[in-house]
């Protein structure tokens, strides 16, 4: 070590014991200061240095004399005004940080990790931490020419501390640097400072579950700032929040779509027993289709049919041949919407001037009951409006058995005569799931949609259970169907019970086992063909309204109130419109029975707990000793559950074969 270093150590040493006397109110001896033997904190006197050979010995010397002036420097606290000095002490790196972090923001300055020195097994030796605008932008040649360039922050300023090892395994500060060559910033913007700015874990646990709750980003800042009491107290800006968020979502995308939905899976299914999947792959292992239904999701489709028996489209040529092959047995059926629409468009020069032609062609679309009839209409409507030739209209009618109500009249549908409903859930949809949304986040919303409209359906059944419908008039059927069906089909129901006393009925045949009845509703033209058979209380209407709705019409509960029948036949009572729709037992894919959703069991004993944690709370906080024997143990309750709960993922882990999912190879 050259002289220079020798004398800069000793002035550091003169000012340290001088620092440390003042701090400890020790007297000078021998007269005045100015023939004191104790180094003042500007004199240049030669104190008794030891050989110098290396730092570290230097250093221990320092601490030596500090020992004999009695000042013992204490740990992360050295003194009242939390400046740093000489000597202090911190168990580990990350507390030096910290408190010189506390330090930088009571001041108003910003700082970072500047230089760090670590042994051979890895142990950090020397740490120096710095202001934020130590040293200088680096140039960068490839920006020499760029048309804007960021702005400069760093300004060569050399405020410091510096932390070095010592023998007792502390870290103790060497090195204190305080001046700097900027402004601080002012108490107002204190909180923006770099190095305070941190996403607590629990604001990072609220970021994760707002973000699969699909709330905005702005939006959850602003119910944070309101909880803290001002952005100012938040301990983030709007940029870290925005900047965890979507390092959340690039730590998913490095998995891959592949292994982060296995994984997305895998947690359904430790959630959901019940819960499949299947992952479909071609041969170069690249994902073509996936298939997934939680346990709700199973006893819907049981409860409601495997396989549709109507499907609504548009007129989409390949959506038909799709269908043709994946559901043979399906009946498929043009949207009447979709194709009024389009004959606005096709036959706007004939919608326009005439006032009828938009009745006939509706009649065409949603009346009559005989083939026979809607034919010489069809004809009538093309003579009448000069449509003969007209090339749209010959190729709606080479496919009326899918669109006019004469022909699909049998096919039950629940009284959708077009595709309205099927866009409605894709405006539900549009709420959740946006284009740029990858596979995961996906699953993710997706599932909010489905809890949301079971939320709904809950909501609907608890106030079915809660009230009692009024009955328009007091007999024995609507009594009978109150019990069964829900609010809505009931009301359905009884809107056609009661147009019964403005129906008309006469007898127009009877055979051996059935009798035909001719009803007419309200002074219509229309008459409507019923049979009737005693034996099995069957009846059947023209107008087929059973069959596609799945409610008796008021000509069929016409003819029953005739034949003096009471109560409604139990075969037209479809068990998708009861109360009682979900009744039956259900099994999954291992053949177990599905006791009810797993979320909804989670929700039972998330509340249970919450109540017994609740009346705990309010009995311990009365009083500062159950305050703290609660706290106790809560915290010893935290520890076994986590402990719990890792020998869990630990055995679930090891016992998991990939029973539950299936991955198939597409064969060409």
Not at 47 to 71: C, H, R, S
Not at 350 to 359: D, I, L, M
Not at 605 to 631: D, P, W
Request: proline share 3%; net charge neutral.
């Amino acid at each position: 070590m050259d002289t220079s270093q020798i004398i800069l150590l000793e002035d550091e040493l003169n000012d340290c014991i001088a620092d440390q006397q003042e701090e400890a109110q020790i007297e000078p001896t021998h007269g005045s200061p100015k023939n004191s033997n104790t180094p003042s904190r500007h004199s240049k006197e030669i104190v008794e240095v030891p050989e110098i050979v290396l730092e570290d010995e230097f250093i221990g010397w320092i601490v030596d004399q500090q020992e004999e002036t009695k000042v013992e420097p204490t740990l992360g606290s050295p003194n009242k005004s939390n400046t740093p000095t000489i000597g202090m002490k911190f168990d580990c790196d990350e507390s030096a940080y910290e408190f010189y972090k506390e330090y930088a923001h009571r001041i108003g300055f910003s700082v970072r990790k500047h230089f760090v020195k670590r042994g051979n097994a890895g142990q950090i030796i020397r740490r120096t931490f710095s202001c934020s605008k130590e040293g200088e932008r680096a140039v960068d040649k490839r920006h020499e020419n760029a048309s804007y360039r960021r702005p400069i922050s760093r300004i060569g300023c050399l405020a410091q501390m510096t932390c070095h090892l010592q023998k007792d395994g502390m870290l103790h500060v060497v090195s204190f640097h305080g001046q700097h060559s900027h402004e601080f910033a002012p108490s107002p913007m204190k909180h923006m400072l770099r190095s305070k700015r941190k996403n607590s874990s629990a604001q990072k646990a609220i970021a994760n579950d707002v973000e699969r709750s699909g709330i905005s980003i702005k939006q959850t800042i602003e119910l944070l700032s309101m909880q803290a009491g001002g952005r100012e107290n938040l301990g983030f800006m709007d940029v870290d929040y925005k900047n965890h968020v979507h390092n959340e979502r690039m730590m998913a995308l490095r998995k891959g779509y592949g292994p982060a939905m296995m994984e997305y899976f895998h947690k359904m299914q430790l959630a959901d027993p019940s819960y499949f999947y299947s992952i479909q792959v071609d041969d170069d292992g690249q994902i073509m289709n996936i298939f997934w239904a939680d346990a709700r999701s199973i006893v819907d489709y049981e409860h409601f049919g495997k396989q549709p028996r109507t499907i609504l489209t548009d007129q989409f040529a390949a959506m038909a041949k799709a269908i043709i092959e994946v559901f043979p047995k399906s009946n498929h059926r043009l949207c009447v919407w979709h194709i009024y629409q389009n004959a606005t468009k096709n036959l706007h020069h004939v919608f326009h001037p005439s006032k009828h032609f938009a009745n006939d062609f509706s009649d065409c679309l949603y009346e009559y009951e005989d083939e026979d009839e809607w034919l010489v209409s069809w004809d009538y409507m093309l003579k009448e409006y000069g449509l003969i030739d007209n090339k749209w209209l010959c190729s709606i009618f080479d496919v009326k058995e899918k669109w006019a109500m004469i022909y699909v009249r049998h096919m039950f549908t629940a009284d959708m005569k077009s595709t309205q409903r099927s866009e409605s859930i894709n405006n539900v949809l549009k709420k959740y799931l946006k284009p740029k949304h990858d596979c995961v986040r996906f699953l993710g919303h997706y599932s909010r949609v489905l809890v949301d409209k079971r939320h709904q359906e809950l909501q609907a059944e608890f106030k079915m259970r809660q009230i009692k419908l009024i009955l328009q008039s007091n007999v024995e059927m609507l009594r009978h169907v109150v019990e069964l069906y829900t609010p809505k089909i009931f009301q359905m129901f009884q809107d056609e019970y009661m147009k019964i006393a403005d129906c008309t009925i006469y007898k127009a045949n009877k055979s051996d086992t059935i009798t035909e009845y001719k009803v007419k509703y309200n002074q219509r033209i229309q008459e409507h063909l019923v049979k009737y058979e005693a034996s099995t209380t069957t009846v059947e209407c023209s107008c087929k309204k059973f069959s596609f709705v799945g409610i008796l019409c008021a000509h069929a509960l016409k003819v029953l109130e005739h034949k003096n029948v009471k109560g409604l036949p139990i075969q037209y009572v479809l068990k998708r419109w009861t109360q009682d729709a979900r009744a039956s037992s259900i099994k999954d894919y291992h053949g177990i029975d599905i006791k009810g959703n797993a979320q909804e069991s989670i929700g039972k004993r998330y509340s249970h707990l919450s109540h017994n944690a609740r009346e705990i709370s309010t009995l311990a906080a009365k009083n500062e000793i159950m305050y703290e024997h609660t706290k106790e143990c809560f915290e010893k309750l935290m520890r076994d559950l986590q402990e719990i709960r890792k020998k869990c993922h630990s055995n679930n882990m090891e016992s998991c074969i990939e029973v539950h999912g299936d991955v198939t190879t597409d064969v060409l």
